[in-house]
């Protein structure tokens, strides 16, 4: 069985994404504070990648990962913030990502084609998929572009985030009886994180359970979605015990990697499909859905394996071992 661990972890605000590395709680810091923390610094790191315009590509993918992270922790503390202004932060991270996805999208689709081609090519001939990956690449290249020649768009993105920083930067923690008359501040509790962790767990044990009986590419999609929402929050509690929440990180990451695969082979497949003149070598097009097609078993099939071993305890068992965990660690926290 896979453990997962809750930990002791800081109290004072409670919009917060789980970062690349260094992306979580400390046991010196109320919960609070730490998701402030957290998120502020998460904010910044996002906000000067954009202006930096040095890598678009890079850019954008972390910023596209940053505000994941960042609803990964709204749906951890979503009971603490209400659904109201759960929903609207939720609804602006999304949408926020919404406007730069292109170029990420259609980065993805080109190495998707590349990587098929590899894995694939002593059955392959070396020209094979040229026109599909020229379409692709000018289409990237397209998108790059529209990103730098439009100011309004990167205009829309910077002032999204800004203002959501000026919100997580105000929220109030439990010592703070001015700010407290503004807002409720997230309690030092595991309380606080356990309706938040249930949810994430159970809807992706059943997510997985959905996409088994019936293996769409829905179905994985949103498997998907959640797994990387649990990686995020065990991310941010992993001082709690990181010599067991490391491995069971590790695995998420791991099921995460494949499910992600398999999404972006189940795109391309609908790519060339809807949009023919992409390809117009008939027999190319029916190639490459094939190889795809195959490939997304392959992922399936691995993903599954781990998954039931990721997702082997119940939820409420899942949730009463975080709870030790951070009884014995965060709890005490000053």
């Not at 954009?50 to 951890?76: I, P």
């Not at 990956?133 to 529209?146: K, T, V, Y």
């Not at 730098?148 to 109030?172: F, G, H, M, N, Q």
């Not at 998954?307 to 119940?314: D, I, L, Q, T």
Request: hydrophobic share 45%; glycine share 4%; proline share 4%.
């Amino acid at each position: 069985m896979v453990h997962t661990s809750p930990a002791a972890v800081p109290a004072a605000v409670r919009f917060l994404p789980a970062v690349p590395e260094g992306f979580e709680l400390s046991e010196q810091e109320r919960l609070s504070d730490g998701l402030r923390r957290l998120s502020l610094e998460e904010f910044d790191r996002t906000i000067g990648g954009l202006l930096a315009g040095s890598d678009v590509d890079a850019a954008v993918h972390e910023a596209r990962k940053s505000m994941k992270r960042l609803r990964a922790v709204l749906r951890l503390i979503r009971d603490e913030l209400g659904e109201e202004r759960y929903r609207t932060e939720n609804v602006l991270l999304r949408n926020t990502a919404r406007l730069i996805a292109p170029v990420r999208d259609t980065a993805v689709q080109l190495k998707t084609v590349s990587t098929i081609r590899s894995r694939f090519a002593a059955h392959l001939r070396r020209s094979a998929f040229e026109t599909l990956e020229g379409n692709l690449d000018r289409r990237h290249r397209e998108a790059r572009a529209r990103l730098a020649e439009d100011p309004a768009i990167l205009r829309t993105v910077v002032y999204a985030l800004r203002s959501a920083r000026a919100r997580y930067r105000v929220w109030p923690a439990e010592a703070d009886p001015e700010a407290i008359r503004r807002a409720r501040p997230v309690t030092h509790s595991f309380d606080a994180m356990r309706g938040g962790l249930l949810r994430t767990y159970r809807r992706g044990r059943q997510e997985m359970r959905i996409a088994e009986k019936q293996p769409t590419a829905h179905n994985f999609h949103w498997w998907r979605k959640r797994v990387k929402y649990l990686r995020h929050q065990m991310e941010l509690l992993r001082p709690m015990f990181p010599e067991v929440l490391d491995g069971y990180i590790a695995a998420l990451d791991e099921l995460g990697d494949l499910l992600g695969e398999e999404h972006d082979l189940s795109e391309l497949v609908a790519l060339v499909s809807d949009e023919p003149e992409l390809c117009v070598d008939a027999a190319e097009v029916t190639l490459i859905i094939a190889l795809a097609e195959h490939r997304r078993t392959e992922l399936q099939a691995e993903a599954l394996m781990i998954g039931r071993k990721v997702y082997a305890e119940s939820p409420k068992a899942f949730a009463n071992r975080l709870a030790a965990y951070w009884s014995s660690s965060f709890a005490l926290a000053r």
